[in-house]
């Protein structure tokens, strides 16, 4: 089966645009993670989904950052005004449950905000 | 708060030769204890999950390991191959169910 996708795979932006990134689960998982991986740098947990619904938010660097799950699958991640320092490659994973540990990732999008 | 640290940062050797990666880990209330693979361009993969009642699992030529009271795991690379360069992380579950990343050790070795 397919596994976990992510669109677009590289993004260049310019400093103030909106961006979009996107998120397409594997079939059935209800889990949905958004991490941040900058340059060198571990993996900086932004947010999850457990069905539609985002337990936690704790995560997200700032207001700019918003992200959305509808009908349990796609989630999109917004960046709203891009900064320089969100430059970073932005990753999703899926798992069965919230309740499992074993997180199933995409190939990542790679933002560059000039 | 647990913090997950990988030490070196990166690690060169030559094809054949056996390797190990260190994870170090502050709480020792860790849930589990994942090793990642990371190719460049790509997602992560998951290698070996190791529960904390565990304390090592095996899949091929990996093994890795896990002491709770020392805060550490190591992952064990036996006969390594050119294949195996890429950026190895490891990560902790925590008790909810997120999990904790280390920054990696990018590991290339040499034909």
């Known amino acids: 089966g397919a596994g976990v996708s992510q669109s677009p795979s590289n993004k260049v932006t310019e400093k103030g645009k909106d961006v979009e990134l996107r998120c397409d689960p594997i079939s059935g998982h209800t889990a949905l993670y958004w991490y941040r991986q900058s340059l060198g740098q571990g993996l900086e947990f932004l947010i999850y989904?457990?069905?539609?619904?985002?337990?936690?938010k704790s995560g997200l660097p700032s207001d700019r950052f918003s992200a959305e799950r509808t009908g349990g699958s796609v989630s999109t991640l917004t960046i709203q005004r891009t900064q320089q320092e969100d430059s970073a490659v932005y990753l999703c994973?899926?798992?069965?449950?919230?309740?499992?540990?074993?997180?199933?990732f995409g190939p990542g999008t790679r933002l560059t905000v000039t | 708060k647990q913090e997950v640290t990988q030490i070196p940062a990166a690690l060169s050797v030559p094809e054949g030769e056996n390797l190990v990666l260190n994870c170090s880990f502050t709480d020792s209330a860790i849930y589990n204890l994942q090793w990642f693979r990371q190719d460049p361009g790509k997602g992560l993969t998951s290698l070996l999950l190791i529960q904390s009642s565990q304390r090592e699992q095996t899949s091929g030529r990996l093994n890795a390991s896990l002491d709770k009271s020392s805060g550490r795991s190591t992952l064990y690379i036996a006969a390594s191959q050119p294949g195996d360069s890429a950026t190895y992380l490891c990560a902790g579950g925590d008790s909810n169910y997120q999990l904790i990343w280390g920054a990696g050790t990018k590991l290339i070795i040499k034909p």
């Open positions: 994973a899926s798992s069965l449950d919230a309740y499992s540990y074993e997180q199933y």
């Open positions: 989904f457990q069905g539609n619904s985002a337990p936690d």
